[in-house]
């Protein structure tokens, strides 16, 4: 298949490992940003075949697992209600708050519909006229747009019964927060490369002079994502700090202009809460004044809901590439998916499912 066996290929996958030990004069470590590269690092092998040359850790590239357990309480609270009709994406339901998941809540009788775009729940405020729709709208910059879209698509219908728990991370905060991290080891990142087919590679130039560190951003098969890592470590060899696109069949230095106008008409950028890291400033999207009658926080008087937090959890130091989902005692004994402690386990990109999933350590 094109785009997919060419970038599998084993012999040139052993070529470029080769290469980025070649070019290697000491031990690099590296942060992928992305869940979809974290699993694809360790499906492939990717870690242990460079192991001796370059270290990768995880960061918080996982939409799912950095979405506060605040908003999941918030989400269940809503599920109360015998008016409202929540919807969510299927990754969602089994993130646990203090308050349970999605699943439970449904269980429970709530009424929660597995959707697979925002437009959906317009279509279902459409069709259900006497009910709430409430639309949980979670992911990074690669979700946003379709988010904004359902938004001017409501208001362009007159739909009243649509609003947004909205809880859109953006990437670029929490890549800054992870370098004034004092405990911080990493000295170049591999970019997501759809976060960069929306917002473009140049939104990573500022990090890379300010701190200094090589940016590069890439796929998601190992052929890539080799790719990117060789950009990277020629980067580090030669002192050099810029961004570098190795995915530029799919991501423009640009962006798509037509995604992030919709994002801006719609959102603003706020502080945000990022499960297991705090909260980071401008670090999230809120809907703009204009379009507060769509704001499910206001609508439903949710702000100011607290949680219990993680519990046992270590979430957070996984997420910031501080632990491996391996350093945690419960990792594949009290917490695994059927019975999943924290995000990370639950979600198809969560580096601890990974771990679990391909390499069955325990």
């Not at 040359?53 to 506060?68: I, K, R, W």
């Not at 919807?87 to 993130?95: A, E, K, N, P, S």
């Not at 999230?284 to 206001?298: H, I, M, Q, S, V």
Request: proline share 6%; hydrophobic share 40%; aromatic share 4%.
């Amino acid at each position: 298949m094109k785009h997919l066996d060419e970038y599998r290929d084993p012999a040139l996958i052993l070529h470029q490992v080769e290469a980025i030990r070649a070019a290697c004069t000491r031990r690099w470590t590296l942060m992928e940003v992305c869940g979809g590269q974290t699993h694809a690092i360790l499906r492939h092998g990717l870690d242990e075949l460079l192991a001796d040359s370059v270290e990768l850790l995880h960061g918080p590239g996982c939409p799912v697992c950095v979405t506060p357990a605040e908003t999941l309480d918030q989400a269940v609270l809503l599920t109360r209600r015998p008016e409202v009709m929540l919807c969510t994406f299927g990754d969602m339901l089994r993130v646990p708050g203090a308050l349970g998941d999605l699943n439970g809540a449904r269980a429970a009788g709530g009424d929660v519909r597995v959707i697979y775009s925002p437009l959906d729940a317009v279509a279902l405020a459409r069709e259900h006229p006497q009910r709430e729709v409430v639309l949980l709208a979670v992911g990074f910059e690669t979700t946003a747009p379709a988010a904004a879209i359902a938004v001017l698509q409501a208001e362009a219908l007159g739909l009243t019964n649509l609003s947004l728990l909205v809880s859109h991370s953006l990437v670029p905060p929490a890549m800054e927060a992870l370098l004034t991290d004092p405990d911080s080891r990493i000295q170049g990142f591999l970019a997501a490369g759809h976060v960069c087919t929306v917002e473009g590679a140049t939104v990573y130039r500022t990090i890379a002079e300010h701190f200094g560190v090589p940016i590069v951003v890439t796929g998601f098969e190992p052929v890539d994502l080799l790719a990117g890592i060789h950009a990277c470590v020629e980067q580090l060899e030669r002192g050099e700090a810029r961004v570098e696109n190795r995915y530029d069949r799919a991501a423009r230095d640009d962006g798509n202009a037509a995604a992030r106008d919709a994002v801006t008409r719609v959102f603003e950028p706020v502080e945000r809460e990022w499960r297991g890291m705090g909260r980071l400033p401008a670090s999230g999207l809120a809907l703009r004044p204009e379009f507060a009658r769509f704001d499910a926080l206001k609508r439903f008087d949710l702000a100011g809901t607290e949680s219990g937090g993680d519990g046992p959890c270590i979430a957070g130091q996984v997420l910031r590439g501080l632990s491996r989902p391996t350093d945690c005692p419960a990792f594949g004994r009290e917490c695994t998916p059927d019975h999943p402690l924290g995000a990370p386990m639950v979600s198809s990109e969560g580096a601890c499912a990974a771990y679990l999933h391909y390499r069955g350590e325990t």
